[in-house]
């Protein structure tokens, strides 16, 4: 039964799931796609090489449910709305299997999570309240900067790490249908001071969750 929510309605289930995904409470509703991964042999210093990235990745799956929850929650378009809900589930999805992936390299995700979430939130709902193409611009640009730093990770992690491997590429296919799914609904380009302001600020989230 379909239901229509109040102002007040839509605060508890926002704040329930912020609550849930800065505990690392997460459910992916498709199998990890390193289930069938072999286990690598790798020294210490490699484990922990392979946990700082898994855990960037892993702040980048919370900002990315900040974001696509506060896009989706101030969306105009019912369509819009719908096409942010789909793709925040299948980020759901990257949430989960980086943070089992962590848990299996011995670490945790990052302690300033709560930050992260709610600084990703403001900037989404400030992107959607300017406007659907605006906010799908935004969208755009976002996946095609995760792409990048997606397949420099790849570069990166130990070779033989194929379990964290299998999960970043599968996490890269996926903002890619992101990206040009924003694009095909309208989504207007960023405006270049905009897309340096988010290279400087994913430069700084990333450079800090490696660590902490």
């Not at 799931?17 to 790798?42: C, E, W, Y």
Request: with cysteine; charged share 25%.
């Amino acid at each position: 039964m379909n239901r229509n929510f109040n102002p007040l309605d839509h605060l508890v289930i926002g704040l329930d799931k912020a609550v849930r995904v800065i505990a690392g409470v997460a459910t992916a509703s498709r199998p990890n796609p390193a289930a069938h991964a072999a286990d690598a042999n790798m020294t210490d210093q490699e484990k922990r090489h392979a946990a700082g990235l898994m855990r960037v990745n892993h702040v980048g799956e919370v900002c990315a449910q900040a974001l696509y929850d506060s896009q989706g929650r101030f969306a105009k378009s019912p369509e819009v709305r719908r096409k942010l809900e789909q793709a925040s589930r299948e980020e759901e999805d990257h949430l989960a299997w980086t943070a089992q992936r962590l848990a299996e390299l011995g670490s945790s995700p990052s302690i300033l999570n709560p930050l992260w979430y709610a600084g990703s939130y403001a900037i989404g709902s400030v992107a959607a309240i300017l406007g659907d193409k605006r906010s799908l611009g935004f969208v755009s640009e976002t996946e095609r900067q995760v792409e990048a730093h997606l397949t420099s990770h790849l570069d990166r992690l130990p070779p033989q790490d194929e379990k964290s491997r299998a999960i970043v590429r599968q996490m890269r296919d996926d903002e890619i249908i992101h990206g040009q799914a924003a694009r095909d609904l309208g989504g207007a380009e960023a405006p270049l001071p905009v897309r340096f302001a988010m290279t400087a600020m994913s430069r700084v989230m990333t450079t800090t969750a490696y660590y902490i």
